[in-house]
């Protein structure tokens, strides 16, 4: 068989696998996601309404879709902020269930502005498809912080997919000084079984290009910023041994990072034992555990489960100000 023959065959197969990669992750993104991710108008979540004491300002700005990235400007009344914190929230819906930890910030002084990504919350967008995409609206918010807070200091925070998010904020600035990653995973690929991984992370690279393989653990490996990572040793949702206990292990020489795992915590692990059980017991009664997106039928009063646990909210705090 002429050469030519062979390698015009094995460049066909090759567009094959790769079309055809494509087109499983397309069926399994519709399956995961296949919506916006906007949590159930049945949970009781707080509003911006509910905390008299802030200034609150509404923004938004174009992320490479341009769609309308809705921004939320939190600061104390009557106070000169010493810090900007980005803050970036978990997948399921907007940042509004993260109010009580911006309400404690703001009250440290700390300007907290949050953001709703794409097709999440009060943002616009049909519906989500993968968590690379928050890797790059958050490039974009942090050219918002950039250009509107060009002389504070500047700090991100983020929850769940905001912690990977949050930590992939480092890749587009050197200002950055600090970094809370709340039990953020490591990758989309590192969150499927061990056969899918190499598909994931190529699916990834085809669709977001280089956002598709960022993961928190090589940008950890890179940045000289200041980073805490806090997680639950009981994380139902994002598993210890991919992320904190990997991240202890792996950067215990380093001292710009500092990994602080919880006993008797889980997925969220900046609220109290107690809400913590409920929100367990919501999410294995929907057969939500490992899962992304709260079904739309679920009824929760959500402040039951959010109750804080002011000792972490503290080590959050003094982390950002000391």
């Not at 970036?88 to 700390?110: A, E, K, M, V």
């Not at 490039?139 to 950039?146: C, G, P, R, S, T």
Request: charged fraction near 20%.
């Amino acid at each position: 068989m002429p050469v030519y023959i062979i390698i015009s065959i094995i460049i066909a197969a090759i567009i094959l696998f790769l079309i055809s990669i494509l087109i499983a992750n397309k069926i399994v993104s519709n399956k995961v996601y296949g919506r916006r991710g906007d949590a159930s108008i049945s949970i009781k979540y707080p509003l911006p309404s509910d905390f008299q004491n802030l200034d609150i300002k509404k923004d938004y700005f174009l992320n490479n879709r341009k769609a309308r990235i809705s921004v939320y400007q939190y600061q104390k009344k009557n106070t000169t902020p010493v810090a900007v914190v980005l803050l970036s929230h978990g997948i399921g819906g907007g940042h509004f269930y993260l109010l009580p930890l911006i309400n404690y910030l703001c009250q440290r002084d700390l300007l907290i502005v949050a953001f709703d990504h794409y097709a999440c919350g009060t943002s616009e967008g049909k519906k989500l498809e993968s968590m690379s995409q928050g890797a790059i609206d958050v490039k974009f918010a942090v050219k918002y912080i950039e250009e509107k807070f060009p002389n504070l200091p500047f700090y991100v925070l983020g929850h769940s997919w905001g912690g990977f998010t949050a930590s992939q904020a480092l890749r587009y600035s050197t200002k950055i000084e600090k970094c809370v990653n709340i039990a953020g995973l490591d990758s989309e690929a590192a969150m499927t079984s061990p056969l899918s991984r190499m598909f994931v992370k190529i699916a990834g690279l085809l669709m977001y290009g280089k956002y598709g393989l960022y993961s928190t653990y090589g940008i950890f490996k890179k940045t000289h910023a200041e980073v805490l990572y806090i997680q639950g040793k009981q994380d139902l949702v994002v598993n210890p041994k991919q992320t904190g206990y990997k991240y202890q292990k792996r950067f215990k020489n380093r001292h710009n990072i500092n990994v602080v795992m919880l006993d008797n915590k889980g997925h969220a692990p900046m609220v109290e034992y107690n809400s913590q059980l409920r929100q367990n017991n919501v999410m294995k009664q929907f057969g939500m555990l490992g899962g992304v997106l709260v079904p739309l039928e679920v009824y929760v009063d959500f402040s039951k489960n959010n109750i804080p646990d002011m000792e972490v909210y503290k080590m959050i705090g003094d982390f950002l100000l000391n």
